[in-house]
C-alpha cells in the first residue's frame, strides 16, 4: 500500500481539498488531513477508513470515544487521538452553534432539536432543564445532574427550584442513556409523574420529558404520557 506522499497528486486529499474544495472528501479523508501520516503498509485514508467502520462510520458514535479508545489502533498515538477527539469534538460545537439564539418551543420536536447536539454523544448520564417563558421562548438550560453510565439522580425539588428561580412559565426535562436503550425506565416514569405534579401545584406547565439514546429518542409528550 502506497503512503499518500506516493500518490498521484490529484488523489492525495490535502491536494484535492485545495483544488476543490473540503466538501468532496469523504469523512476519512478529511481526518486523515488532521492526523498527517500513517504506518508501513496503511496511509492516513486506510487507518482513519478503520477507525470509522468500527463506529459505524459515524462521526456520532467516533465522538464517544476516548482518547486510550483510539490508541488501540495502529498508528495512532495519544497526540493524534487527541487531534481526532478534539476534531468530533468541534462538530458537535458546530450544531450547536446553528441553533438560534432566542429559540421558541412550539412543540417536542424543537426541544429534540435543541437538545440533541448537547445530549447525543455523552458518555455520563445528564439531566437538563430547558426554562420557557410565556411565548414558549428559550429562557436558558440548567444541569440538574450528572452520573455514571448506570443513571443520575434528579430531586424534584431542586427541579422545581430552579424552575422558579429561571421564572419559567414552562420546563422540559431531557436526559439521556448512554446504554443506547430509548426506552423508559421505572425510575423514569416516576420522575416524569412527580415533575408533572410538582410544577402543576405552581403553576408551571411540563411540556415534556425526552430521553435520547444517541441520535434516538423517547418523549412521554409524543407517546401521550404527559
Not at 38 to 49: T, W
Not at 73 to 96: D, F, H, M, P, S
Not at 206 to 225: L, M, P, R, T, W
Request: glycine share 8%; with cysteine; charged share 25%.
Amino acid at each position: 500500500m502506497k503512503a499518500i506522499k506516493d500518490w498521484a497528486p490529484e488523489d492525495r486529499p490535502r491536494e484535492r481539498l485545495l483544488a476543490n474544495g473540503a466538501d468532496t472528501l469523504s469523512k476519512a479523508e478529511l481526518l486523515a488531513i488532521l492526523i498527517g501520516s500513517g504506518v508501513p503498509g496503511k496511509s492516513a485514508v486506510d487507518i482513519m477508513r478503520s477507525i470509522l467502520a468500527d463506529y459505524g462510520d459515524s462521526l456520532m458514535s467516533l465522538g464517544k470515544a476516548s482518547v486510550k479508545d483510539l490508541m488501540r489502533y495502529e498508528g495512532i498515538g495519544e497526540a493524534k487521538a487527541v487531534t481526532i477527539v478534539a476534531a468530533c469534538q468541534l462538530a458537535n460545537q458546530r450544531l450547536k452553534e446553528n441553533l438560534p439564539k432566542r429559540m421558541r418551543i412550539k412543540d417536542s420536536t424543537d426541544a429534540v432539536n435543541y437538545f440533541r447536539p448537547r445530549m447525543q454523544d455523552l458518555t455520563i448520564e445528564e439531566c437538563h432543564l430547558l426554562l420557557l417563558d410565556q411565548g414558549m421562548g428559550v429562557k436558558g438550560s440548567v444541569l440538574l445532574s450528572r452520573g455514571g453510565i448506570a443513571g443520575a439522580s434528579v430531586d424534584v425539588r431542586c427541579l422545581l427550584k430552579e424552575a422558579l428561580l429561571g421564572q419559567a412559565v414552562a420546563v422540559v426535562l431531557c436526559h439521556n442513556h448512554p446504554s443506547g436503550r430509548t426506552k423508559p425506565s421505572r425510575e423514569d416514569d416516576n420522575l416524569t409523574k412527580k415533575a408533572a405534579e410538582a410544577c402543576q401545584t405552581v403553576g408551571i406547565r411540563f411540556v415534556d420529558h425526552i430521553i435520547f439514546a444517541g441520535d434516538d429518542y423517547y418523549s412521554y409528550q409524543e407517546n401521550g404520557k404527559i
